[in-house]
């Protein structure tokens, strides 16, 4: 494939095609860049919690088509279930020629045993209060439409852009400490299941590190988000890279129905008034 980057896996997340806040044009101009022999989409692809027929442009359509256009090619496709697509865990176990739906994946990666899965059963909050935990979600992406409708503003003027959710998390105790123990736990359990590498998503919180737990290291991935980090997990060459999109301003090739403007000040509006 002329032009086309290979790698040996790729994991991307937390797309959440469906809402506003998905950076859809730019993944799907990501996925024309790449040639994996294999894709790992670790949760929350299609966010069905807040999905709704008045919203999905072309450009969320187009993501899939290339998704699809990679399974047509030979390219080996996992769709691990996450929490805001939970709805396609009663398909888990479903394969059709090199694609598969399910909840985990194993790998053994040269040498390494891979642990891949979303990490919201892992997340205290999803487990014992689910209503809180999309009640969260709404407000995130309150968050998220607030902020693009600001970063409008502060490029019309010259000025850098900033992330709301990413101020919080740094300023806020309690999420900074939701993150430690979230990757505190799974790397603890990668260790009583003895696993050399465990990959999530989840968390919105690209990174990628290594992890001590008795006496035993960890690698730990995190593939972040396409909603703000707007990056990806790479393989190639024996090792594991993380990649963050330049995040240039794409040709108008595929407009909305409306501009994105007018279409997130009119959808804030209606969000913040459910």
Same mark, same amino acid.
């Given at each position: ?27 799907? #101009? ?7 022999? /294999? ?43 996450? #929490? ?9 176990? !479903? ?25 919201? /059963? ?53 999420? $900074?400490? !939701?993150?430690?123990? !979230?990757?505190?736990? /799974? ?26 737990? #008795? ?6 991935? #995190?593939?972040?988000?396409? /909603? ?33 403007? $007018?279409?997130?000040?009119? $959808? ?7």
């Amino acid at each position: 494939m002329s032009g086309k980057r290979p790698l040996d896996i790729v994991v991307i997340s937390d797309v959440h095609l469906g809402i506003y806040g998905c950076h859809a044009k730019e993944l799907a #101009n990501y996925l024309d860049s790449i040639d994996p022999r /294999v894709l790992v989409l670790n949760g929350d692809i299609i966010d069905i919690w807040q999905f709704s027929k008045r919203y999905f442009p072309k450009s969320h359509t187009k993501v899939i088509r290339r998704i699809l256009k990679m399974i047509g090619k030979g390219t080996e496709v996992y769709y691990l279930t996450g #929490n805001h697509d939970e709805a396609l865990r009663k398909y888990a176990g !479903f394969g059709l020629s090199n694609f598969v739906i399910d909840n985990k994946l194993i790998l053994e990666v040269d040498g390494k045993r891979h642990w891949f899965f979303h990490g919201d /059963v892992y997340d205290i909050t999803m487990k014992n209060s689910k209503w809180l935990a999309k009640l969260g979600g709404k407000g995130y992406d309150i968050l998220i439409i607030l902020n693009r409708l600001v970063n409008h503003l502060l490029e019309k003027m010259g000025r850098e852009k900033m992330s709301f959710s990413k101020k919080v998390k740094e300023s806020v105790k309690q999420a $900074v400490k !939701f993150i430690s123990d !979230f990757e505190q736990t /799974v790397v603890e359990i990668a260790v009583d299941k003895d696993f050399d590498v465990v990959c999530c998503g989840h968390i919105h919180q690209p990174v990628i590190k290594n992890m001590q737990y #008795n006496g035993k290291t960890v690698t730990y991935l #995190n593939s972040g988000d396409w /909603v703000e980090s707007l990056t990806a997990l790479e393989y190639s060459q024996g090792n594991w890279q993380l990649y963050q999109h330049a995040g240039k301003k794409e040709a108008a090739a595929e407009e909305e129905e409306e501009p994105a403007v $007018v279409a997130e000040w009119a $959808v804030a509006a209606k969000v913040i008034n459910f």
